[in-house]
């Protein structure tokens, strides 16, 4: 084997089989360039980890200023002699490499550990308790096997040092979930074996559009080669998995618009397996949008707005890593006349507790002195946000305000309510971003993105300039507005209803 296995191939595996494929084999050159949040993320990490280490309250072998087999020689070398902890080690076998944070000895064996600047488990939150996370469990069960295969251990509890200060056990040998059974332990020697096929090259991977791309190194080498080959991933919420399952009939994005619908179904059911079809429907009509034998986007309903004096359209702007909401935005307008909008801002200077609840009350009660009013948001998370919020300060705001306020037919989630459901477009995704830009909507700054909000937020904590603070304000109301035009742009759709399924 070539490549020896590493955790970063096993987490570069679990966003994007064809991402590791890439890294592999293909011209770096390629790659798009590191983003800054990227970079972000990573200093994030190597100072929480610091951070840490600073405070753990047992001795403990620092080998972090070593590196390759160097480093490797004296993790061995630390295990037999039974040091007790270990930090930042190497270990090793013919196939696999593996470098835990954490080496811990207990009860004469040792388990792996990591660092993680985030939450130990995905989905946590006031009312569930979460799950652990995949490429949490695929990296420790690396670590695992190789302390295994060196009969270093026999135990399949590593662990996870979150960013909360907890150690959190990851037991290897339980259940994914009461649907799934397959052990995380099943789950990572699966993910080993696929990984191998890739290293050998006895299979090849290719490329889907999706979520995860906006962040990965290669996204503009892949749409490049989607678009070429007419993938059926550029349509919005198709998957790998049900590209599959199409894949049994159809190859190409324009193949699958040129054919009837009626040559895809059986009865009151489709050909594909997992596909119902009301979503064959949805696919069918996108596909027929993007090959562009359907020119013009359109509405399947018609869409009755709320009348009100004055409108508000709303976003917020967060830093997931800290767990802290700095920014509430808003762009107001009277009458739908364009001369009276004007943007408000409520902006979190700093990083505190007191802040973050003195800005939130205070878009709070600017929302209350205009209602009612009609409120329009893009997706559930400010909804998501603002009850956290309000769980976390309820002495001023009680959550069940914030709930019956989102409950209001006047507090509109423009992409959940309207755009899923009732409309089409030809674009490759449904964000509004590009939505607003097939409207001609130009966002000011080269390069927009929440992610980018959030290390531009970073530096302004660190420099306190104003033109950094001014290119964060920007954004976001640029991102209000989108939702204005946006909006206008769903109230000048032509109808087309559903074809009969």
């Avoid at 013919?94 to 985030?118: H, R």
């Avoid at 295994?148 to 251990?153: D, E, I, K, W, Y």
């Avoid at 302004?460 to 109301?477: D, Q, S, T």
Wanted: glycine content about 6%.
């Amino acid at each position: 084997m070539k490549h020896k296995i590493s955790a970063d191939m096993l987490y570069n595996y679990s966003q994007c089989p064809h991402r590791l494929y890439l890294d592999l084999f293909e011209d770096s050159a390629k790659q798009n360039r590191e983003s800054a949040f990227l970079k972000l993320l990573w200093e994030r990490g190597i100072d929480y980890e610091k951070q840490v280490v600073s405070e753990l309250k047992i001795p403990f072998l620092d080998l972090s200023s070593y590196s390759g087999s160097e480093k490797e020689k004296r993790t061995i070398d630390a295990i037999k002699q039974g040091v007790t902890l270990i930090y930042s080690g190497r270990i090793s076998t013919a196939q696999l490499v593996g470098e835990p944070d954490l080496l811990l000895k207990k009860e004469g064996e040792y388990i792996a550990g990591d660092i993680k600047s985030g939450s130990a488990f995905e989905g946590e939150n006031e009312e569930t308790e979460g799950k652990p996370k995949k490429h949490y469990a695929l990296q420790l069960g690396l670590y695992t096997d190789i302390l295994t295969r060196l009969n270093h251990s026999t135990s399949r509890t590593p662990f996870i040092h979150d960013i909360k200060g907890r150690d959190i056990s990851y037991d290897l040998g339980e259940a994914k979930g009461k649907l799934n059974q397959q052990t995380w332990w099943e789950c990572y020697l699966e993910t080993l074996s696929e990984i191998e096929q890739i290293v050998e090259k006895n299979v090849t991977t290719t490329p889907a559009h999706g979520g995860v791309c906006k962040l990965c190194h290669w996204r503009t080498h892949c749409l490049k080669s989607l678009i070429a080959a007419q993938d059926l991933t550029l349509i919005p919420e198709l998957g790998r998995k049900k590209r599959e399952a199409i894949h049994l009939q159809v190859q190409t994005l324009t193949d699958f618009a040129q054919k009837p619908l009626s040559d895809f179904k059986d009865g009151k059911k489709t050909i594909f397996p997992g596909i119902g079809l009301s979503t064959l429907s949805k696919f069918h009509a996108r596909a027929r949008l993007l090959a562009k034998i359907d020119t013009y986007a359109y509405t399947r309903k018609r869409i009755r707005f709320p009348r009100t004096d004055t409108e508000l359209f709303f976003d917020i702007e967060t830093d997931p890593m800290r767990d802290f909401c700095y920014l509430h935005g808003f762009v107001e307008r009277h009458h739908g006349n364009p001369d009276t909008e004007k943007y408000v801002s409520f902006f979190a200077d700093q990083v505190d507790e007191k802040l973050e609840e003195r800005v939130f009350i205070d878009a709070w009660h600017y929302i209350k002195q205009h209602f009612p009013c009609t409120v329009y948001y893009y997706s559930p998370y400010e909804k998501t946000i603002w009850k956290k919020l309000s769980k976390k300060y309820p002495e001023l705001i009680q959550p069940s305000e914030i709930e019956a306020f989102f409950k209001s037919p006047l507090v509109i989630d423009l992409y959940s309510e309207i755009v899923k459901k009732h409309t089409e477009w030809p674009t490759y995704s449904y964000s509004v971003k590009d939505l607003a830009q097939y409207l001609g909507f130009r966002w000011r700054d080269k390069n927009p993105s929440g992610a980018e909000s959030i290390e531009w937020y970073h530096r302004w904590l660190e420099e306190k300039k104003l033109e950094i603070k001014e290119r964060i304000l920007k954004y976001n109301e640029d991102d209000c507005i989108a939702m204005r035009v946006l909006l206008e742009g769903i109230q000048g759709l032509p109808l087309k209803p559903h074809p009969s399924t």
